[in-house]
T-cell receptor, first 112, second 116 residues
Framework: QKEVEQDPGPLSVPEGAIVSLNCTYS??????FMWYRQYSRKGPELLMY????GNKEDGRFTAQVDKSSKYISLFIRDSQPSDSATYLC????????????FGTGTRLQVTL | GAGVSQSPSNKVTEKGKDVELRCDPI?????LYWYRQSLGQGLEFLIY????????KSGLPSDRFSAERTGGSVSTLTIQRTQQEDSAVYLC??????????????FGPGTRLTVL
């Protein structure tokens, strides 16, 4: 079993829809949780960063972490065609030298 | 400012040949990572450099893989005697040592390696 599980999709939604992307994990040592967005043929870019449990909002994006359930989510409101990309969850333990463990990524397609 | 750059962007090679992939991190970033991204497999950690410390090589899949970082800046990932299963996108990321964004990794565009 992988440390981080993520549904690969693809997920297709109409423009304006609310999108929910999720990851589950098994390592209770993970404390920092991130979402990266990766456009086709590009490197991943950091979208959201959260520490421990709770919610964090940034514009149309909301990240949620539930450490008790070992479950993290990314919500995208009013989705746009420009949101079409692969979304990777990533997480790490304490310490700046700790390695990131990534999910496999969910491919999202927002249609007009 | 300039981001992380990688070269070449694409590399096609024959099975058994050696390849070298280059990464230029963001200036001043002391930490550098190499990852491999295969279809449906997500990002697989390969190796991590931090300043002058010994690199963390725990992710290298075999002794055919090696990497070096000269002068604390440019890094080269070398794959010897390439195999078809080495075909993947190889991503480099760098991170600053200090500041609020110390846990943020900045990725390059990757090198797409195809082994025929």
């Amino acid at each position: 079993q992988k440390e981080v599980e993520q549904d690969p999709g693809p997920l297709s939604v109409p423009e304006g829809a609310i999108v929910s992307l999720n990851c589950t994990y098994s390592n209770s040592a993970f404390q920092y949780f991130m979402w990266y967005r990766q456009y086709s043929r590009k490197g991943p870019e950091l979208l959201m960063y959260t520490y421990s449990s709770g919610n964090k909002e940034d514009g149309r994006f909301t990240a949620q972490v539930d450490k008790s359930s070992k479950y993290i989510s990314l919500f995208i409101r009013d989705s746009q065609p420009s949101d079409s990309a692969t979304y990777l969850c990533a997480m790490k333990g304490a310490g700046t030298a700790s390695k990131l463990t990534f999910g496999t990524g969910t491919r999202l397609q927002v249609t007009l | 400012g300039a981001g992380v750059s990688q070269s070449p962007s694409n590399k096609v090679t024959e099975k058994g040949k050696d390849v070298e992939l280059r990464c230029d991190p963001i200036s001043g970033h002391t930490a550098l990572y190499w990852y491999r991204q295969s279809l449906g497999q997500g990002l697989e950690f390969l190796i991590y450099f931090q300043g002058n410390s010994a690199p963390d090589k725990s992710g290298l899949p075999s002794d055919r893989f090696s990497a070096e970082r000269t002068g604390g800046s440019v890094s080269t990932l070398t794959i010897q005697r390439t195999q078809q299963e080495d075909s993947a996108v190889y991503l480099c990321a760098s991170r600053p040592l200090a500041g609020w964004s110390t846990d943020t990794q900045y990725f390059g565009p990757g090198t797409r390696l195809t082994v025929l």
